[in-house]
Structure formats: structure tokens, C-alpha cells
């Protein structure tokens, strides 16, 4: 969902976009909604046909810039798949979260307060230069901020590297994002993975995933 | 802090309100500021000389409703040292935090995920009515949200018992709070305690403990 959203977006504001994926023909063969009753990949391909389907190694390859919308749980094993010297000097959004689904709804994080996936993604690829973003909202908010109150609500940055750290927040401001937060370096993360634990139960609360904070101050 | 701005706020309010701490005589006889800067308790007290500093057991005995404003790490022995029986069927509003400050700033939670500094106080206390309250913003805030773009921000409860959350609902809108979302029972207080690694980090950030969130939907 995530990376579709992105995918899709990205296209449309006119990138040239590729998704990158373990084994392109069994997506491909998808004919099944996920587990969360999304169409399968090839429903959403045919409709974005400027958008190639390719390894995580090519998808990256060549890429100016990565997103990283995997689950949490495999974010390090696609980075793996996809490369270190594919990824090298290169900087990667980072919108996934550690989430852990082994013990029911809500889930638990696999990693916090002392540390985040996203310090340890960029531990595991000290030259990519990691900015978590965009992990705090639905995806269809992360990409269309202005279908929610014009947009006026707030998402976060962290990350070690302030130009890449720049080129994000011009990135989601592209989207429609009106107040972008710099949180400092990557163990900021921490403080927008950890919030997921909130976000879970507005959620639920709430009844729709379809809301935002803003920071008022 | 936390304790003075709610005694103060409930006492202006016309509540008959009371203060415990361990050692009424030594507390008494502070005359330092804390480790923040604040003035001694005296100096509080000398301005608020309709707040009565008790013993907790004292504080809590006669109380219809009870404000846990201790550090999270002292909160269950605070509460020990009220005494069951003098919680027993009553209200509790939990603002405490499980705020670990041993590694330095900014602190780590010493609960968090798969439990809480809220359900570990209404698991120590059976009978007490654990409200986890407040507990998201800073202490001018929590009682005077109107000083922010006139209270049009949020805030939140969990508890187990329904008619405890009414109450403290309206003891938040007297205060001023326009929108107090109840997030269900006491395990979600495992997102508002959790929410703490974005604050602190927000509030590096804005360089000011003068905001909060408002959800958007």
C-alpha cells in the first residue's frame, strides 16, 4: 500500500519511478487481494504503466533516491537484496516501521526507545543516508496531505545528513505538506516509531485511519 | 511542577484540595530550588495557603478524587505509601511517566510496548480507578490549555471504567480542554506514555515545552 501510494505519486508529480521487489514474476502472478483486502500488485501496474517493476537491485541501481516502504521486519534484508553499492551516497526515505503482528492487533515494536529501525538500517548502510519520514500517517495522507484540512497538519524528518534531510522536505512539500518537522539525527526515530504505539490506538479510537496530528505551538 | 500547577488550578477552580508527600516536615523545610530551577515547595505554598501538604495516607484518605503527579519511578511507592485503603473505589488521574534519566537526556521509558506505568499502577491497585490523563504535555498546558490557540488542542484518557473517564473528561474541560479523545482502557496507556520519545524530541526541536498535538480528522 505504502509503496503504491508512493510510487504513484511520485509519477504523477512527473519522476521517473521503479519499484523494486525480491521476484518480479511471482508479484506478477498476484491475483489475490493482500491480507488487508488491497487489490494484488498487477491491478495496480496496469493502471501505472510508467512505473517498472523490477529487482531491488535495479530498482535502486539507478535510482537518485530510494523509498524504503517495506515491512519493518524485512526493510534490512530488501536493502540487503537491493545492494550496498546500489545504495551508496544515496538518500533513502524511510517510511517503514518495526512493527511486530506475532502477538495480535495492536502490534508491539521489534526495536525502541534505545534504539529504531531506522538507526539500525543506517547502521547496517553507514554510506546511504537514512531520513525517516512519512511513517507517522496513512499512506493515502503521506502522499495527498491536502485531502485532510488543506493539509495543515504535521510530519516529521530525522536523519543525519542535513542536505539530504533538505531534499526530503522539499520532497514532501511537493506532496502537499505544509509543516515539516527536522526532529535532529537519526535517533529521532526513535520518537516517530514509538509514536506508532499512539497512532495504533487513535486508530482504533477513532474508528478510521484517515487523521493527523499537527503541533500547534 | 506537575503537582503545583494541578493544585493550583483545582484550588482556583473551588476545589478543596490536598497535597501529600513523604515527609511533610522535610518538604517544609526545603529551601533550594529543584533541579530545574523551581522555587521550593515553602515559596509555593506561602501563595497557595488553601492547599494543605499532608502525608499521602492523609492526602488520599479523605479525597474523592486522586492526582498521581509523582516521577514514574516513585509513583507505585508513593501510592504504597497512601495505602490501599485509602484508594480503594476512588478515581485516580495518572499523569505520571515511566521516565528512566539514568543514560542522560533525552530519557528512555523504564515500562513500555507490551505494558505501562498505567497498568502497573491499576495492577498494583485493583480497586483504584486508574485514569491515565495529562500525561502528553507540559504542566502550564495540562491546566491552562486556553494560554494555546485558545485550548483547540487534544488530549487524552484510558481506563478501564467508564464513568471514572466521564469524570475526568469534565474535570479536563474545566480546565479548558476542547477535545479529550479516550483512547479505551488501560493499555492504552502504553501509547500516551510511548508518545513521551516524540515529545521530548519535539520539544529539542521547537527549543520550547509550549506546544502540543491537535488531532486532525
Sequence with gaps: MVGQALAGRLAELGHEVGVGTRD?????????PDGMGNPPYPTWAAAH??????TFAEATAGAELIVNATSGEVSIAALTAAG???????????????????????????VKDSDSLGEQI????????????LNTLAAALMVN????????????????DTDSKKTVIALLESFGHTDV??????????G????????????????????NVKVIR
Excluded: C
Design 181 to 190: 518537522i527536522d526532529l535532529g539525527d537519526i535517533t529521532s526515530a526513535r
Design 24 to 32: 518480479v514474476a511471482a508479484t506478477m502472478a498476484r491475483t489475490e
Design 49 to 54: 504503466p510508467d512505473v517498472r517493476l523490477t
Design 145 to 160: 496531505p491536502g485531502q485532510l484540512a488543506d493539509g495543515q497538519h504535521s510530519v516529521f524528518v530525522a536523519g543525519n
Design 84 to 110: 550496498a553499492q546500489n545504495l551508496a551516497g544515496k538518500v533513502l526515505v524511510d517510511i517503514s516501521n518495526p512493527l511486530d503482528h506475532s502477538g495480535g492487533f495492536p502490534p508491539t515494536l521489534f
Design 192 to 211: 516517530t516509531e514509538m509514536y506508532l504505539a499512539l497512532w495504533l490506538r487513535l486508530m482504533g479510537s477513532l474508528n478510521t485511519p484517515f487523521f
Design 122 to 133: 543506517q547502521a547496517a548502510f553507514p554510506d546511504l543516508r537514512v531520513v525517516k519520514a
